[in-house]
């Protein structure tokens, strides 16, 4: 399980699947034989990214998943679904993101054209672009922008990337352990973000 989950109940992430078991088995077979077009769970569901973001609400997400939904992310979304939370984030895996299924250069399919004014650190966003340095980029960056933190100035001050790795395998963060806090009142009545 994934650090944080190792507590919890099977039922309380999958429910069972429709249908016997019996029925299960034989729409599973006509799928494998190829006389279904669509598979059918067994026993019980995947999760839903809905049923992840119950627990895993953040309204401050840089990157949320319906975001990835617009048109001009149909590239992003044929290289790496980024629309759903299982494309990095796979349960039973006991990591909190498989890098070997997303890789390193994640961000190169959305943030290619990056242009970033007054850039402040000491190597240009753009020369780690022109230079496919995408590994870079969580070194600076919390993917969903969770952790209360400050952006570092020099390349030197970043985080290192094994301690990024050991982050994405399902170590402590690297963020820091401050969380941004959203007003209770943001969930109910969809107020601006702080």
């Known amino acids: 399980?994934?650090?944080?989950?190792?507590?919890?109940?099977?039922?309380?992430?999958?429910?069972?699947?429709?249908?016997?078991?019996?029925?299960?088995?034989?729409?599973?077979?006509?799928?494998?034989?190829?006389?279904?077009s669509t598979d059918v769970d067994f026993m019980t569901t995947a999760p839903s990214d809905s049923e992840c973001q119950d627990c895993h609400a953040r309204p401050n997400d840089r990157h949320p998943?319906?975001?990835?939904?617009?048109?001009?992310?149909?590239?992003?979304?044929?290289?790496?679904?980024?629309?759903?939370?299982?494309?990095?984030?796979?349960?039973?895996?006991?990591?909190?993101?498989?890098?070997?299924?997303?890789?390193?250069?994640?961000?190169?399919?959305?943030?290619?054209?990056?242009?970033?004014?007054?850039?402040?650190?000491?190597?240009?966003?753009?020369?780690?672009?022109?230079?496919?340095?995408?590994?870079?980029?969580?070194?600076?960056?919390?993917f969903h922008g969770t952790h209360d933190y400050s952006l570092p100035n020099s390349m030197k001050d970043t985080i290192s990337r094994v301690l990024i790795l050991n982050y994405l395998k399902d170590g402590a963060s690297v963020y820091g352990t401050k969380q941004i806090e959203v007003p209770k009142e943001f969930y109910t009545k969809k107020l601006p973000m702080p």
């Open 1 to 36: 399980m994934t650090h944080g989950h190792e507590g919890m109940a099977c039922e309380e992430c999958h429910r069972p699947a429709s249908g016997s078991m019996r029925q299960q088995l034989q729409a599973k077979a006509a799928f494998f034989l190829g006389s279904r």
């Open 65 to 142: 998943i319906y975001r990835f939904l617009e048109p001009r992310f149909a590239e992003a979304r044929q290289a790496i679904h980024p629309e759903s939370c299982i494309s990095c984030h796979r349960e039973h895996s006991g990591e909190r993101v498989n890098v070997s299924l997303v890789g390193m250069d994640y961000c190169k399919h959305c943030h290619a054209e990056t242009v970033v004014n007054n850039d402040s650190l000491d190597i240009s966003h753009r020369d780690l672009i022109n230079q496919n340095q995408w590994a870079t980029c969580l070194q600076c960056h919390d």
